[in-house]
């Protein structure tokens, strides 16, 4: 064997060896950078589950001040002013829990942000805006509610609602 052959073969292995190389460092760069794309959308996955949780506990509060409010109006129109009265603590009870509750619209609102969905954040600022209504002239006094006006409000709520909810759909799609 001469030293051509030998540095023949030497190189060989050598060229064998960084394109081998070449190709593992491509593999596991890939690799990781799928399994960090992975955690992403893991983590943002779970945030917006996380949201989901908060506004499930703010919706059953909506809910049952809102079936208060009626309840308290139902009494209050036949005269029945002892179970008016009763109902009436109960709201207020029931009211300042549904105000305890939104206090989770800022968390919910910061995450949105920081997971980039500024449709999503818009769309709850216009939730939000719907269920304060509610309270406001909820607040101010029941009997001033009439039926209809009770009605336009839930649906401006469940419209608000239902806007967030498809946009937050959406953003979970792409997670």
Known sequence: MTWIEIADTAIKIGLG????????????KRTNEAQGQARYSERRRDHIERILTALTELENRYAHHRW?????RFYKIRNKLEEANKYELE????RE???QATEKWRYISGVL???GERRAEKNLGLYKAAINDWLSRS????????????????AAVESAREDFYQT???????S
């Open 17 to 28: 060896a960084v394109i081998a190389g070449a190709f593992g460092y491509l593999t596991n």
């Open 68 to 72: 208060r409010v009626m309840v308290y």
């Open 91 to 94: 709201e207020k009870d029931t």
């Open 97 to 99: 829990k549904l105000y």
């Open 113 to 115: 942000l920081l997971l």
């Open 139 to 154: 607040d101010i006094e029941p009997m001033k509610c009439t039926d209809e006006l009770i009605e336009e409000m839930h």
């Open 168 to 174: 937050l759909s959406s953003a979970y799609e792409h």
